[in-house]
């Protein structure tokens, strides 16, 4: 369980990036400073570079907040599980919690797609988030796999979501609601069947497998 400490950690960042967010949405980034966020958040300036290192960075993490909940909810899937088992549970868990994230994650694409500035700090934000998967992956399968594995597993899984996100984002068009949650569960189901089945020919997974 988590405890009082990190919850609150937790949500000065989430106010951090919501804050940053509806700024660049309002104003633009280039025209917003690393005091309004802080201002906006009601944090301390020096608490936000305890959490963040530009205000390019806290734009870019509210979208890829939805990847950071994904692998905590993988690091507290039961051991027994498959790493695929245990990342389409995690995927699905948030997914069904975070409805709001769901919003979120259509502004700030949009955004980042229409700012290059943050397409930079976006490809730093996606390298960590797969570092930390593949830590969780290898954490996970004992003995831990040498080689390629949990690199290329959490890489390839953290992009297939993105492929996933990035259809289910077209579902909205030019609105800013996020489509039916039905169609990203259809979707991320589609995808981890096809990561369980290989990738040398398409296919479904076999009868029992993870996915």
């Known amino acids: ?10 949500a000065t960042r989430a106010a951090l ?11 633009g980034v280039e025209h917003v400073t690393v005091e309004q966020i802080a201002s906006e958040a009601d944090i301390a300036l020096r608490t936000f570079f305890n959490y963040f290192s530009s205000k ?3 734009v870019v993490a509210a979208a890829a907040a939805g990847a950071e909940a994904v692998i905590a909810e993988f690091r507290a899937r039961p051991d027994g599980e498959s790493v695929l088992r245990a990342l389409r549970e995690a995927v699905l868990t948030v997914v069904d919690r975070d409805h709001a994230a769901g919003h979120d994650y259509i502004r700030a694409s949009r955004l980042i797609r229409r700012t290059p500035s943050l397409r930079p700090h976006e490809l730093a934000v996606l390298a960590a988030q797969e570092k930390a998967l593949a830590d969780a992956i290898t ?26 996100l990035g259809r289910w ?3 909205a068009g030019d609105s800013e609601e996020a489509p039916p949650m039905a169609i990203l569960r259809e979707e991320i189901d589609q995808a981890i069947a096809a990561l369980a089945a290989g990738l040398d020919r398409p296919g479904r997974a076999p009868a029992g497998d993870p996915a």
Not at 149 to 160: G, I, Q
């Open 1 to 10: 369980m988590t405890g009082r400490r990190e919850r609150k950690k937790q």
């Open 56 to 58: 390019e960075e806290a």
């Open 139 to 164: 954490e996970r399968l004992r003995p831990a796999p040498a080689g390629i594995y949990p690199a290329l597993c959490a890489a390839t899984a953290l992009t297939a979501l993105r492929v996933v």
């Open 169 to 171: 984002l077209e579902h």
């Open 17 to 27: 990036r919501e804050a940053a967010l509806r700024l660049a949405l309002r104003h």
